[in-house]
């Protein structure tokens, strides 16, 4: 596949840029053709996440929730062309445990709180700002005293206490395209974590928004020399080890280094 440059930074680039700042290159430069289990099952648990709404409003949550979960997994078989039981097999869902988590936040946070922060006003809205240079689909949006919240919904199991600072910088970045959306201003959103459910509330600080531009910065001068790895835990699932280790490899013989 053929890269164009785009004068637009996308924000799930900034995601993976957090993670390894070469991931981010490669996933630019090099897409990868097809789709990955993780692909699979951030979609699922977005799906869930969207209907959650009606199985927290049902006489009966628990056979709702496990309808929305059939129904997700036979459309996404239609998707990507897979049988629903392999798709099942590969993102299993832990339903008790989302509906305990739906449980502990309408306990903390009342029932008609949490209803609205599960009613979506829109849900993967795309939007391309050509004043931040940044483009991206915000998960949902919820409103929230007639105010717009953009909510960032994570695979991830959550943290102890508030919210992982790569949810921070991706909220800051959401945060911005909503406002330049709809020409209101978004200083608060949510983490939605779909591995342990929870509902986390952050607000959105000057700082954020910074941090989130600046990564911008470094992602558009990185289109020009490949930016160093970040090595970690996540080297030995990535769809580009080969790669990145062959570039390596070839960087170091070329210099005489190693």
Request: positive net charge.
């Amino acid at each position: 596949m053929q890269y164009s440059e785009s004068k637009y930074i996308r924000v799930s680039d900034i995601s993976s840029y957090l993670i390894c700042p070469r991931l981010a290159y490669f996933r630019n430069k090099e897409p990868v053709e097809g789709f990955t289990a993780e692909t699979v099952r951030s979609d699922l648990l977005r799906e869930i996440s969207i209907s959650l709404h009606s199985a927290y409003s049902s006489a009966e949550p628990q056979k709702a929730l496990e309808q929305i979960y059939e129904r997700a997994c036979e459309d996404l078989a239609i998707v990507y062309g897979l049988a629903g039981e392999k798709i099942r097999k590969r993102s299993p869902v832990n339903i008790d445990r989302i509906l305990a988590g739906l449980q502990a936040e309408s306990a903390r946070l009342g029932r008609e709180k949490l209803s609205m922060l599960l009613k979506s006003e829109a849900v993967r809205l795309s939007h391309r700002s050509d004043k931040l240079r940044l483009s991206g689909a915000v998960d949902r949006i919820v409103a929230i005293d007639g105010r717009l919240r953009p909510v960032v919904i994570s695979a991830s199991q959550p943290p102890e206490n508030g919210i992982y600072g790569s949810d921070r910088i991706r909220l800051a970045a959401y945060s911005m395209l909503v406002s330049d959306r709809f020409g209101c201003e978004a200083d608060s959103g949510f983490v939605e974590y779909m591995g342990g459910w929870c509902i986390r509330e952050a607000e959105i600080r000057p700082g954020d928004r910074r941090e989130a531009l600046s990564v911008r910065r470094r992602i558009e001068e990185s289109r020009t020399a490949m930016p160093d790895a970040r090595r970690g835990r996540w080297c030995h699932k990535c769809s580009y080890k080969e790669r990145c280790t062959a570039r390596v490899s070839f960087l170091d013989s070329l210099f005489g280094n190693g």
